[in-house]
């Protein structure tokens, strides 16, 4: 055998180290290491150094006494052998949470409105967080989304955004090396029967490519073949060309029409077709927000270079993997500069063209994200600029508390300090404090974020972009951590760095109800009434523009009379045929004109006053355009049925309406606005002049028989556009394409009776002319002019929301440092009363010195709001943001308040009893 001597193994003494480090762990946990182990220790130690004195000559009580003085006074040995004994960062953090809970405890008056005031603060900034996270920052759910670019076109002499022409669109597909795919797509609504229910859904037409562009892949079954999205027979604009007879279904509406039963292979009806479901999209997957519930093929033929102003389609593109967005741009620009030498056309054939070019029409590329949020971004930031104002506000008034209740420990301070606390202990102990109460703040705002973003988007809930994707997940909980983190150790630092002992032999002489409040203390405290009152005014001035601009869109002139109407939307399927669908239509209005209540109807192509901008090539006779314009197009077409102007109220400025004769007449007619007479035919007399679209030659001629009030199309707040009426009688008796009925039309009723009690008869009339047409959209014309501003409305009322809420703050700000100052004053208030001065003469120079700080934060909020003109300016309409007579309004509502705040403390304070104050004092 070897004599040699092995090491023991390491492993007993790894294993007996992990068992003192779980035990020293649970101890911090539980408490800390039990206070008679150390002091058994230390008794231990002080004996050996006894002895050692001894040894020296000293007696035993002189030695005990002078081992004692060598090691220390006790507090701070057992401080020192828990640091080298235990886990000392984290039993320091463990005593400092379990003191603070106890300082907590003791004054719950304080901690509730500390938590009540951070609820609000954090659970506002949440909330809005929420909405910033899932619209904005969430990325869109598709496979490499960076990659994905939305293409529009655009002429200046329009100044608005259009979709593609098919030939723009394939002539792009074929230049274009920068992408793998481009695909495009159109939508609109279709009927669809699920057993026996009609349902009105959502559709999106498009081609292979497109889904090769998007990465879509199939949940069940399979995607569209490229032979399924395409036609090779004549294609026209309105056309119904016969793509393969297929259907896709979401999986939202399979899960809710379908109960997620097996159905791929079984056919449906989609607007009176019989489509065969070859797959199921994966879930949350859409396309452009649009909530699209089933994908058609979009049957577009790939050699049709015609109709070059039809823009109907709207493109998507993913780039090349190694292919920047820049680098894609690049290529574009080279693109447009010589399209017509790469396609072999000629400028009047619509080509594009490079901007600030006579005839510039540019090809538009932006990120897919981008082109999905729109505008909406401006309001939602707009939003978290104005929640993060009220929490400063939350912050400063909880700063305020803060800093009284530290003028109350000082004395506990400067004790704790003399029985050896270290100043970093201290600060540590009071950051634990502020961290507990941001959390327990951050825990209620959390819930109350939660409710409020779920209540906002059951009352709006088409307000935003993407709301589907809007929740309280993982980097919104991540952000109100640090948001409670960070607000904690600030309101750590803030009484700490106000309670610092400059002599500790003053602050243990000092009285708990004597103690005063310095000059520097006294200004931190104005300074924070000053800058809530800066944020208030702020805060409002925004709202009551907001406010007012809401009001003054609700009572724009629309161009015709919408009291008491009520419309509702219904569509036909192609199998009605050209004349049969116009027929169909006739007997809806004909039964609906006979129900009583009913004093007219009508029925028309596009419901104002939010409809998408046309601008039509339309040949207008006795015009010619000049180099700088208005060129030759019509903004809208309009296609209506008899009684219109009649039911809408629409007056007849020049000539007359449609009459029923006019359907047989062997012109076609038509009826124009008064913009188009003033924009084309200033000076003429527009009855009987000629206007025709531009769709080719073998369209003809329209002569004018009226002229009508402009009705706003684009939305309440923007100006009229150029519009032509087409008259749906006689155009259903027109040769195909031009007598093409619309498949969807929206009807409209004047009546006296209320929506309710309408829509039982409506369901019967529809059902009975087909029982697979669904009535969709019934409400009133009050209704539909509120959705056309429902942004608007939502933004308004969010921050009238948080104005209201920095006025409170505001005022409570107020009334807190004010009632303080007047508690730290009671001496002096006793003496002037004493001497003779009058109570109204207290309240007043109380008051004086309240609202002079209302006045110092009202001029710096006032500056703040004139600064973000820009930031607010593009959301206004009818008021300007320097409008004086809103500008007042605040002024005189915060000075309200503030003199409110000020006065409650300062009549309490001349209330007081000088013999009382004096004798205590």
């Known amino acids: 055998m070897s004599n040699e001597v092995?090491?023991?193994?390491?492993?007993?003494?790894?294993?007996?180290?992990?068992?003192?480090?779980?035990?020293?762990?649970?101890?911090?946990?539980?408490?800390?290491?039990?206070?008679?182990?150390?002091?058994?220790?230390?008794?231990?130690?002080?004996?050996?150094?006894?002895?050692?004195?001894?040894?020296?000559?000293?007696?035993?009580?002189?030695?005990?006494?002078?081992a004692a003085i060598a090691g220390g006074g006790l507090a701070q040995a057992i401080e020192v052998l828990r640091d080298q004994r235990g886990l000392p960062w984290l039993e320091d953090l463990a005593g400092d949470l379990r003191y603070g809970f106890r300082a907590l405890a003791r004054n719950p008056l304080f901690t509730a409105v500390a938590l009540v005031t951070l609820a609000i603060g954090i659970g506002a900034n949440t909330a809005i967080f929420t909405i910033v996270n899932g619209v904005i920052l969430q990325p869109l759910n598709y496979a490499k989304p960076e990659q994905l670019m939305y293409f529009s076109t655009y002429n200046p002499a329009f100044d608005s955004d259009f979709p593609l022409a098919p030939a723009e669109y394939l002539e792009f597909r074929q230049l274009t090396?920068?992408?793998?795919?481009?695909?495009?797509?159109?939508?609109?609504?279709?009927?669809?029967?699920?057993?026996?229910?009609?349902?009105?859904?959502?559709?999106?037409?498009?081609?292979?490519?497109?889904?090769?562009?998007?990465?879509?892949?199939?949940?069940?079954?399979?995607?569209?073949?490229?032979?399924?999205?395409?036609?090779?027979?004549?294609?026209?604009?309105?056309?119904?060309?016969?793509?393969?007879?297929?259907?896709?279904?979401?999986?939202?509406?399979?899960?809710?029409?379908?109960?997620?039963?097996?159905?791929?292979?079984?056919?449906?009806?989609?607007?009176?077709?019989?489509?065969?479901?070859?797959?199921?999209?994966?879930p949350s997957t859409d396309l452009m927000d649009l909530g699209t519930d089933v994908w058609?093929?979009?049957g577009l033929n790939p050699s049709t270079r015609n109709f070059r102003g039809y823009h109907i389609l709207s493109a998507i593109g993913r780039l090349r993997n190694d292919v920047t967005p820049q680098a894609a741009q690049d290529e574009l620009n080279n693109l447009i500069a010589n399209w017509g030498e790469r396609v072999g056309l000629k400028l009047e054939d619509h080509i594009f063209t490079p901007a600030g070019t006579r005839f510039s029409h540019v090809l538009l590329m932006r990120p897919l994200q981008n082109a999905v949020i729109g505008d909406a971004s401006r309001s939602i930031w707009l939003l978290q600029a104005a929640v993060a104002l009220v929490l400063i506000m939350a912050c400063a008034n909880l700063a305020n508390l803060l800093l009284a209740r530290a003028e109350t420990r000082r004395r506990e301070f400067a004790i704790r300090t003399a029985l050896g606390a270290s100043g970093g202990r201290l600060l540590r102990q009071s950051i634990a404090e502020g961290v507990l109460l941001s959390i327990g703040g951050g825990l209620l705002g959390l819930a109350l974020a939660q409710d409020g973003v779920h209540a906002l988007f059951r009352a709006y809930p088409t307000s935003l972009p993407r709301t589907g994707n809007v929740s309280v997940d993982v980097p919104v909980l991540l952000v109100t951590l640090a948001v409670a983190i960070a607000t904690g150790v600030l309101f750590g630092l803030v009484p700490f760095a106000r309670t610092r002992v400059r002599s500790l032999v003053n602050a243990?002489?000092?009285?708990?109800?004597?103690?005063?409040?310095?000059?520097?203390?006294?200004?931190?405290?104005?300074?924070?009434?000053?800058?809530?009152?800066?944020?208030?005014?702020?805060?409002?001035?925004?709202?009551?523009?907001?406010?007012?601009?809401?009001?003054?869109?609700?009572?724009?002139?629309?161009?015709?009379?919408?009291?008491?109407?009520?419309?509702?939307?219904?569509?036909?399927?192609?199998?009605?045929?050209?004349?049969?669908?116009?027929?169909?239509?006739?007997?809806?209005l004909d039964a609906l004109r006979a129900q009583p209540g009913v004093q007219g109807a009508t029925a028309m192509s596009r419901l104002p006053p939010n409809q998408p901008y046309d601008g039509e090539d339309t040949q207008i006779d006795n015009y010619v355009a000049p180099p700088q314009g208005p060129y030759e197009s019509v903004d809208y077409y309009q296609s209506v049925m008899s009684d219109y102007f009649e039911t809408m109220g629409i007056p007849i400025l020049q000539g007359r309406g449609f009459r029923p004769a006019d359907a047989l007449a062997p012109g076609m007619v038509a009826v124009v606005n008064e913009r188009l007479v003033n924009t084309f035919w200033r000076g003429l007399n527009p009855i009987g002049q000629r206007i025709r679209p531009d769709w080719g030659d073998w369209v003809p001629w329209f002569t004018v028989i009226g002229v009508a009030k402009d009705v706003k199309q684009a939305g309440v707040d923007r100006p009229a556009g150029t519009e032509m009426y087409f008259f749906v009688d006689q155009m259903s008796r027109a040769p195909s394409p031009l007598g093409r009925t619309p498949e969807t039309i929206n009807i409209v009723l004047r009546t006296t009776l209320p929506v309710a009690n309408?829509?039982?008869?409506?369901?019967?009339?529809?059902?009975?002319?087909?029982?697979?047409?669904?009535?969709?959209?019934?409400?009133?014309?009050?209704?539909?002019?509120?959705?056309?501003?429902?942004?608007?409305?939502?933004?308004?009322?969010?921050?009238?929301?948080?104005?209201?809420?920095?006025?409170?703050?505001?005022?409570?700000?107020?009334?807190?440092?004010?009632?303080?100052?007047?508690?730290?004053?009671?001496?002096?208030?006793?003496?002037?009363?004493?001497?003779?001065?009058?109570?109204?003469?207290?309240?007043?120079?109380?008051?004086k010195e309240g609202l002079q700080l209302t006045a110092v934060g009202a001029a710096a909020g006032l500056a703040g709001a004139l600064a973000a003109n820009h930031v607010i300016a593009s959301m206004l309409f009818g008021v300007q943001p320097t409008d004086p007579k809103t500008i007042a309004a605040v002024i005189v509502v915060i000075a309200a308040v503030g003199a409110l705040a000020c006065w409650l403390p300062a009549f309490r304070a001349s209330r007081v009893d000088p013999n009382v104050v004096l004798r205590t004092d």
């Open 758 to 847: 309408l829509s039982a008869s409506i369901a019967r009339t529809v059902h009975d002319i087909d029982p697979s047409v669904p009535v969709v959209r019934l409400r009133d014309m009050d209704a539909v002019f509120s959705e056309s501003i429902v942004r608007r409305r939502l933004l308004a009322q969010l921050l009238s929301g948080f104005g209201v809420l920095a006025l409170l703050l505001a005022a409570l700000g107020t009334y807190g440092v004010f009632s303080y100052m007047v508690s730290q004053r009671r001496r002096e208030v006793g003496i002037r009363l004493a001497l003779g001065a009058g109570r109204s003469r207290i309240v007043a120079h109380i008051m």
């Open 508 to 588: 243990l002489k000092e009285g708990g109800d004597r103690i005063g409040a310095g000059r520097t203390r006294q200004l931190a405290r104005r300074s924070l009434v000053v800058v809530q009152v800066a944020v208030a005014v702020m805060l409002v001035t925004g709202a009551a523009l907001l406010v007012r601009t809401i009001f003054n869109l609700t009572s724009v002139d629309g161009g015709f009379n919408r009291s008491r109407l009520v419309t509702f939307s219904i569509s036909l399927p192609e199998a009605s045929g050209l004349g049969g669908r116009a027929q169909a239509f006739q007997r809806v």
């Open 296 to 298: 058609l093929p979009l």
């Open 6 to 66: 092995r090491p023991s193994s390491p492993e007993p003494r790894r294993g007996l180290q992990l068992r003192e480090w779980v035990s020293r762990l649970w101890g911090t946990l539980t408490g800390g290491r039990r206070d008679d182990d150390i002091q058994e220790e230390l008794r231990l130690h002080m004996e050996l150094a006894a002895e050692e004195e001894q040894r020296r000559g000293l007696p035993a009580d002189a030695a005990m006494r002078a």
């Open 177 to 282: 090396r920068s992408f793998a795919h481009v695909g495009a797509y159109t939508a609109r609504e279709v009927n669809l029967t699920a057993g026996d229910r009609p349902l009105r859904v959502q559709a999106a037409f498009v081609d292979a490519a497109l889904l090769n562009a998007l990465g879509v892949k199939a949940a069940e079954g399979r995607l569209f073949a490229t032979d399924e999205t395409e036609v090779s027979g004549p294609w026209f604009p309105g056309s119904e060309p016969p793509p393969a007879a297929v259907v896709m279904l979401s999986h939202e509406l399979w899960q809710s029409a379908f109960a997620g039963q097996p159905i791929v292979g079984q056919r449906i009806d989609v607007d009176g077709r019989r489509r065969e479901i070859v797959g199921i999209i994966p």
